[in-house]
C-alpha cells in the first residue's frame, strides 16, 4: 500500500496523467489571448484565411489546434459582446 501511495504521489493519479498534455494546451491557448483580443475584426478574418491556407499546403490541424482554438474563442467572445465576428 505504501509503495501505491509514493507512486501516485511522484507521478500523480491516471486522471492527473491524463489531463496534464491538456492543461499544455490550455496555457498555449490563453498565452495568445491578449494577441487575439488586439487584433480588429478584419485583422482576425485575415488569421483565419492563413490558417487555412497553412492547412491546404499541408500542416495539419493538430499543429495548429492552439491556434484555432484561440482565434474561435477571440471570435465568440466578440459575438457575445455584439460584435461582427467573421
Known sequence: MALKTLAK???GSANERRLKPLFRRVEAINA??????????AELKAQTDRLKARLADGETLADQLHVVLALSEG???????GGEGF
Open 9 to 11: 504521489k511522484l507521478f
Open 32 to 41: 495568445l489571448e491578449d494577441e487575439i483580443a488586439r487584433l480588429s475584426d
Open 75 to 81: 471570435a465568440f467572445r466578440r459575438l457575445a459582446r
